[in-house]
C-alpha cells in the first residue's frame, strides 16, 4: 500500500487548514454539542409524505437564521458500522477495514476532536444510551480522549425502544449531565431509537401510512425517524431552557443508512417513493446541520462531502487549530475540492465528486464497474472516471498506512505536556 512520506504528511496538513476563511471562528469559545443519529438519512429532511412533516423539527432546525445544512454529506464506513461513523467523524482518517476500528485500534489515539478540544480547553464527554462495550466503546473511548462516558449504566432505562433506552429519556437524563459538565464542553450524543428494523411500539405510529406502505421497513423507518426527530425537538426546547442553547454550537448528522438498496424489498419501495432509481448515493447521503448560536448564516451546501469532512470543517468554525493529527477530510465551507472515496458497500476505488459516481466492480476488474452523473443518473464513460479511481485507492492507502502507524505516529507530534495527558490515558 505504499509509503507515506514527511511531505506527504506536510501536503495533507496544509490541505486541510484554513487559516481565515469562510467562518471560521464564529463559534470560539461555545460550548459544542455533536449528536449523531442513528440511522438518519437524508431523503426525509423537508420530505412530506402524504402532506405529513416527517421531520418537523430537524427542518426547522435547519430553517433557522443561524444553520448550516450540507444536503450532500455522505457516510463513510468501515467494519464498524455506527462506531466508524464516530471514528471517521472524530478523526478524519478512514476506518479499518480489517476490523471495526475501535477494536483493532483501541489503545490507539489519533488525536481527534475530544483530543483537539481538551487541549484548548474544552471537557470532553461521550453520552449513549446503550451497553458500554458495544462496538468495543469502553475501551476505545480514553483513547480516542473522552473524559467520561455516560453509558446505559447511567441512565435509568424505562421503556426500551430498538436496542436500549429511548431517545426522548436518553436526551432528558443527558441535561442534567450536561449542566455538570465543565465549561467550554464538548458533548458526544449518539441516539439509538431509529434502529433497524424500526419496530416501536403502536403508539408511536404517528405517520398515516399508506396501505403499501403498512408493516414495511420504509414504513416502519418514517415512524422510528419522526419519534427520534421529535425528541431532537424537546430536547432543543430543552437546551433552550436551561439557558445552554445561546452558548452552544449543536452540529447534527446521520451515522449511516436505515434503509439498504441492496435489499430488493427497500429498492423497489425507495425508487417508486423517490421516483428515481435508489441507488447507493441516495442510500449513503446522510444529513449534516451545524447551528451556531447568534450568527446570521442560513445556507446550504450542496457541495459533496463526507464523515471525514466533519473534523476540519467544525475546528474551522470553532476557530481551533489542528497542530498534531493528520486529517485526510477538508473543511467544507473553505474548499472546492469534493471528493468523496469509498471501500465498504462500494468497494475500493469507488468515488462520489461533483457531478458523478462511480461505483467499482464487485470482481475487480475496471471495465466492468459502472458510472453514473449525480444529476441525470445517465452514464458515465469510465475513462472520465480513471483519475478519481486511482485517487481514491491513493487516499485510502495513505490513511491505512497512518492507522498501521498507529499512536506512534501521532505522539511523535505530541508536546510533552500533551503527552503525559496521553500516557495516563493509555491502555484504556
Ligand atoms: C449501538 C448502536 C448501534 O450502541 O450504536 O450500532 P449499529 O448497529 O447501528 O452499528
Known amino acids: ?187 458526544f450524543m449518539i441516539t439509538l431509537s431509529s434502529h433497524t428494523p424500526f419496530t416501536m411500539p403502536e403508539k408511536y405510529h404517528v405517520i398515516k401510512l399508506r396501505p403499501e406502505h403498512k408493516d414495511t421497513m420504509f414504513g416502519n423507518y418514517l415512524q422510528a425517524i419522526h419519534y427520534t426527530d421529535e425528541a431532537i425537538g424537546e430536547f432543543i426546547e430543552d437546551l433552550k431552557k436551561e439557558g445552554l442553547y445561546d452558548d452552544t454550537v449543536i452540529a447534527i448528522y446521520g451515522d449511516h443508512f436505515a434503509l439498504s438498496s441492496m435489499d430488493e424489498a427497500n429498492e423497489k419501495i425507495m425508487t417508486d417513493y423517490l421516483g428515481y432509481q435508489y441507488d447507493y448515493d441516495s442510500m449513503m447521503n446522510i444529513p449534516l446541520i451545524i447551528h451556531v448560536p447568534g450568527e446570521e448564516i442560513n445556507e446550504t451546501v450542496s457541495k459533496v462531502s463526507c464523515q471525514l469532512d466533519f473534523l476540519p470543517t467544525i475546528l474551522n468554525i470553532m476557530g481551533v487549530k489542528n497542530e498534531k493529527g493528520v486529517m485526510f477530510g477538508k473543511d467544507i465551507l473553505n474548499t472546492e475540492d469534493s471528493f468523496v472515496a469509498q471501500q465498504t458497500y462500494m468497494l475500493k476505488g469507488s468515488f462520489i465528486d461533483n457531478e458523478k459516481v462511480f461505483v467499482m466492480s464487485r470482481d475487480g476488474v475496471y471495465k466492468h464497474s459502472r458510472a453514473y452523473y449525480l444529476d441525470t443518473r445517465e452514464p458515465v464513460d469510465l475513462e472520465k472516471c480513471k483519475e478519481n479511481y486511482n485517487r481514491a485507492i491513493e487516499e485510502i492507502n495513505k490513511s491505512n498506512y497512518v492507522l498501521r502507524q498507529g499512536g506512534r505516529f501521532s505522539l511523535s507530534h505530541l508536546s510533552g505536556k500533551d503527552s503525559t495527558k496521553l500516557v495516563a490515558h493509555a491502555g484504556g
Open 1 to 187: 500500500e505504499g509509503e507515506f512520506t514527511e511531505e506527504d504528511l506536510a501536503h495533507l496538513r496544509k490541505r486541510a487548514m484554513v487559516d481565515n476563511g469562510k467562518l471560521t471562528g464564529i463559534g470560539k469559545g461555545k460550548n459544542l454539542l455533536v449528536i449523531q443519529v442513528e440511522g438518519l438519512q437524508n431523503f426525509v429532511i423537508n420530505e412530506y409524505y402524504d402532506g405529513q412533516e416527517v421531520t418537523p423539527n430537524l427542518n426547522s432546525f435547519i430553517k433557522d437564521n443561524s444553520s448550516i445544512y450540507f444536503d450532500r454529506y455522505y457516510q463513510l464506513l468501515g467494519r464498524g458500522n455506527t462506531s466508524d461513523a464516530e471514528f471517521v467523524s472524530n478523526n478524519s482518517l478512514y476506518p479499518s477495514m480489517e476490523d471495526p476500528t475501535y477494536t483493532q485500534y483501541q489503545d490507539i489515539t489519533f488525536c481527534g476532536l475530544p483530543w483537539i478540544l481538551r487541549d484548548n480547553g474544552y471537557t470532553s464527554w461521550v453520552l449513549h444510551g446503550y451497553k458500554p462495550e458495544f462496538w468495543n466503546r469502553s475501551a476505545a473511548y480514553p483513547n480516542q480522549g473522552f473524559e467520561r462516558f455516560i453509558s446505559e449504566e447511567n441512565y435509568n432505562v424505562g421503556e426500551v425502544i430498538a436496542l436500549g433506552l429511548n431517545d426522548k429519556d436518553f436526551f432528558k437524563q443527558s441535561l442534567p449531565y450536561l449542566k455538570e459538565m465543565e465549561k467550554p464542553f464538548h458533548a
